[in-house]
């Protein structure tokens, strides 16, 4: 069971980005779904979560710029940056808590994109 982040990059000041994350293995059931970050030297932070049923929500750094939605059936989970900012520059991690085919729940992280704002 892994999550595979992609599509971070290198944008200038007021551009945009959209990262996903897709779960695969023995998977039957993904709940709630994440993106954080983390610059050097700081602790990793919350950018945007969203429940099973579709629920989101936001540190308010990215309010009104990032939008987190879901494709269950892709088991995948999109980060749309828009707007962004040098110091939204940082990696950024997913998350999901899911279950496996033998009931057992499970944290997992991705390995991580790094996304850099050029001002």
């Known amino acids: 069971v892994q999550l595979q982040a992609s599509g971070g990059g290198l944008v200038q000041a007021g551009g945009s980005l959209r990262l996903s994350c897709a779960a695969s293995?023995?998977?039957?059931?993904?709940?709630?779904m994440g993106w954080y970050r983390q610059v050097p030297g700081k602790q990793r932070e919350l950018v945007a979560r969203?429940?099973?049923?579709?629920?989101?929500n936001y540190a308010d750094s990215v309010k009104g710029r990032f939008t987190i939605s879901r494709d269950d059936a892709k088991k995948t989970v999109y980060l749309q940056m828009n707007s962004l900012k040098p110091d939204d520059t940082a990696v950024y991690y997913c998350?999901?808590?899911?279950?496996?085919?033998?009931?057992?729940?499970?944290?997992?992280w991705g390995q991580g994109t790094q996304v850099t704002v050029s001002s």
């Open positions: 998350n999901a808590g899911v279950q496996t085919l033998t009931f057992f729940s499970a944290d997992i």
């Open positions: 293995g023995r998977i039957r059931r993904v709940n709630d």
């Open positions: 969203i429940t099973s049923s579709g629920t989101p």
